[in-house]
């Protein structure tokens, strides 16, 4: 079995490195001879858990087809797990282009205020010119939205980082 999420390419920036790690962690199973059950009751209990998160993390998909069709529960799924976790996904992801062209400009200038990047030039700039001028501020910062999205001007509840 491979890790996927249906038909869903993965994001290799995010996903890549998780699925390489549960790539390597099959083929030590597969190496070993065991059982599954057994395989994992091998394992100190640190490389249990990082496996459950890294199946966890695979198991999430938080794609929304527009800024319009929030999925709500899956957020709030997201956040609890994040939460639980105390993660902080700005140490391996910041907004890119692609992320912030599907938003207005007027959410991606509440982005701005929420990574307090005062700017006024922010206001005057045409739509390919703030999504350049907001990924560059949030990868200066080393800056994600709050919670990933999960709460931020992007289209939810909640505010800055956590």
Known sequence: MRYSRGSTPPIASLDGEVK????AR??????SGLRPITWVETLAHGEKMALLAELTAMSLNLREARTSMIRHAA???AAEIAALCGADISAHWTPDA???A???KKQ???LLDEM???DDRART???DDLVAFVGEAAAERQWAPGRAGLGSAAGGRGGGRH
């Open 20 to 23: 390489a790690r549960l790539d």
């Open 26 to 31: 099959r083929a030590a199973y597969k190496a």
């Open 75 to 77: 957020r709030a799924e």
């Open 98 to 100: 692609g992320y912030l």
């Open 102 to 104: 599907v938003h207005s």
């Open 108 to 110: 991606l200038l509440a």
């Open 116 to 118: 307090e990047a005062e």
């Open 125 to 127: 700039l045409k739509k």
